[in-house]
């Protein structure tokens, strides 16, 4: 220890005292526990705050309060749970970076920020509060973010309720107060009851609206005509991912689910050693993963059984402190604590529905480039031959091989691809799953000097992209990035150029790009498709169908109909819902067999 202490002694000397470091880290998992005393999202941050504190002090015995008190700004990523709040309640937590300020008592902090949403958001936001700091603008910040989505999903199945938004007081308080209670008085409304129950979640701090961090798409995420056709669920279009992977590769449906299964297993293996801090640390064989069953039914067929699908409903929360070496200096960190962020990057695809290709992704590519050669220049990284951990984004399958062919990793070995288990069995915490992932990879890097690790993040549907290369080597020179704006005017011109045109009233013989049978638990429930049209027109377009015919879903889950090259036929009917009108469009294959039948 007192080598490595010396090392990084003489390592600091060499740092210019604007460059930006990590140098402090925290995370938690709250497992299922009572209702009324689960830390809410507030306290699972505040929790995750002062172990990162704790952790930049480098004494285990301190409290981490002198760290807090003098942080600058404070960066919270965007709530998922936040979305199954019903509406006249929402949001919850209108500032939940000063509520979290607040709550560990960060006194010195004027800067409060709140991230867009997607699972980029926290190596994105690693990205740009490096930035402000390297450009002086901010000295240090504390990225934190939490899901209770276990809690309060339990608690609505129990028939909680929520407080009114004019209940909710501005409270300051401390991790260990920052806990769900149970209100079981009667009210004075006429129709409450004694025994109500209400979960006591929200805040309203003092102050103006936080900052955002983040960007602007040129387009949405996703269209209506998409959402409509089920091309707004993950689970949805991540096997539609799946599949036209699949295609290219030229794999039957059983091959493919082996190597995919094969590909996870490793991931769940690293969860298994990791019972503190994973959600389902079970280590799962390949043939478990692949095989449906009561315990792991059909969500997609073909695409995922359940155990191949992120897990949202956990409690997790995950904090890393980022400062400037000068900040760090001043402040007493110890050098071993300091991780350098060497490279980074940002960027977004074009929306599913006009991608030139389903199972590529040019924005992937783009944010890895920014980042490699950032380090290239830096530190004379120029290949991830030399990268020695990686925690790859791992919803699904599909995100993982898509970024092995964007990113020249160099092994296909899951339980190499990540530091925590991935989405699936470590749990994956909505929007904030990457700020385990970089955790991980502080904590792992500490232990390895001299070694290099990469992060990558995605959000949407393969749709916002960042990547962060780290090392406990020192950074040489100015920090600088190219701007991520520019980078991404350049790709949106090249993006348009290849992508298709979209048709939201498709008619005519078309061929499939990609499909699934989305599933309940009673079994089959509806054809999603992407195909290009053949005639007509439109002829070219790409479109989005659906058909819930159950005679139609067999006859697409009796075979492999994407690579005999399945056609059918699309026809386009309008509905009213209120006031709006819409178009559903239906996919009808064409099946050879019947065909000769009436013949």
């Known amino acids: 220890l007192s080598l490595l202490h010396a090392m990084a002694a003489a390592r600091g000397k060499e740092v210019d005292d604007a460059t930006p470091v990590i140098v402090g880290v925290g995370r938690m998992t709250q497992r299922t526990i009572d209702i009324s005393t689960a830390l809410d999202p507030i306290g699972l941050m505040a929790a995750a705050c002062r172990r990162a504190a704790v952790d930049a002090s480098g004494e285990p015995c301190a409290s981490g309060d002198d760290v807090l008190r003098h942080i600058d700004a404070c960066a919270t990523v965007n709530m998922l749970m936040e979305n199954r709040v019903p509406k006249a309640q929402r949001p919850l937590y209108p500032n939940p970076a000063r509520s979290v300020a607040d709550a560990v008592s960060a006194t010195g902090c004027t800067r409060f920020f709140q991230t867009t949403s997607g699972g980029q958001s926290p190596q994105l936001a690693i990205n740009e509060l490096a930035t402000r700091i390297a450009d002086g603008e901010l000295q240090s910040a504390i990225v934190v973010g939490a899901e209770g989505l276990a809690t309060f999903a339990r608690a609505m199945k129990m028939g909680y309720k929520l407080q009114d938004k004019g209940e909710r007081p501005s409270r300051k308080t401390d991790a260990a107060a920052a806990t769900t209670t149970i209100s079981t008085s009667s009210s004075s409304h006429p129709s409450s009851r004694d025994d109500d129950r209400v979960l006591r979640w929200g805040d309203n701090p003092d102050g103006p609206p936080a900052e955002t961090l983040g960007y602007s798409m040129e387009w949405p995420l996703v269209s209506i005509p998409e959402s409509i056709h089920g091309i707004n669920t993950p689970t949805t279009i991540y096997a539609l991912f799946e599949q036209a992977i699949r295609k290219g590769l030229g794999r039957s449906n059983e091959e493919h689910m082996q190597k995919i299964s094969e590909l996870f297993a490793g991931f769940s293996s690293v969860a298994a050693r990791d019972p503190h801090n994973a959600w389902y640390p079970t280590r799962w064989s390949a043939d478990e993963l692949a095989t449906v069953s009561r315990s792991n039914r059909a969500i997609t067929q073909p695409g ?7 897990i949202m409903n956990v409690d997790m929360s995950a904090a890393v402190i980022l400062c400037s070496v000068g900040w760090a200096r001043h402040h007493g960190v110890p050098e071993t604590k300091w991780v350098f962020l060497h490279g980074c990057g940002d960027a977004y695809d074009l929306p ?13 590519h783009e944010a890895y480039r920014q980042a490699q050669s950032m380090a290239a220049m830096a530190s004379g990284i120029d290949s991830l031959n030399r990268v020695d951990h990686f925690d790859i984004y791992s919803c699904f399958p599909s995100a993982v091989q898509v970024a092995l062919h964007e990113m020249p990793i160099p092994t296909t070995n899951g339980s190499r691809l990540t530091l925590t288990g991935g989405l ?45 290369l780290y090392s406990t080597v020192p950074f040489r020179g ?20 290849d992508g298709f045109t979209f048709t939201n009233t498709p008619k005519g013989d078309a061929i499939l790009d990609t499909y699934t049978v989305e599933h309940t638990v009673d079994g089959p429930s509806r054809l999603v498709v992407i195909g290009r049209l053949t005639s007509g027109l439109d002829c070219g377009k790409r479109f989005a169908a659906v058909n819930s015919d159950s005679d139609i879903m067999g006859f697409m889950l009796a075979a492999d109909r994407l690579l005999t090259g399945c056609t059918g036929s699309v026809t386009t009917e309008r509905f009213t819902v209120g006031r709006r009108v819409h178009d559903l469009a239906t996919f009808t294959p064409h099946d050879p067999e019947r065909t000769l039948a009436k013949i």
């Open 352 to 364: 599913p529905r006009m991608r030139a290709r389903l199972d590529r992704s040019p924005a992937m």
């Open 478 to 497: 100015q920090w600088c990035r190219s701007d991520p704006a520019a980078c991404q005017q350049k790709l949106n011109k090249a993006m348009l150029m």
């Open 304 to 310: 995922y059984p359940k155990l191949l699908n992120a």
């Open 424 to 468: 699936p069995y470590h749990g994956g915490p909505g929007n904030n799953y990457s700020s385990h992932g970089i955790v991980a990879m502080v904590e792992t890097l500490r232990n390895s000097q001299r070694d290099w690790g990469m992060v990558t993040a995605n959000g949407g549907f393969l749709s916002e992209h960042s990547v962060g």
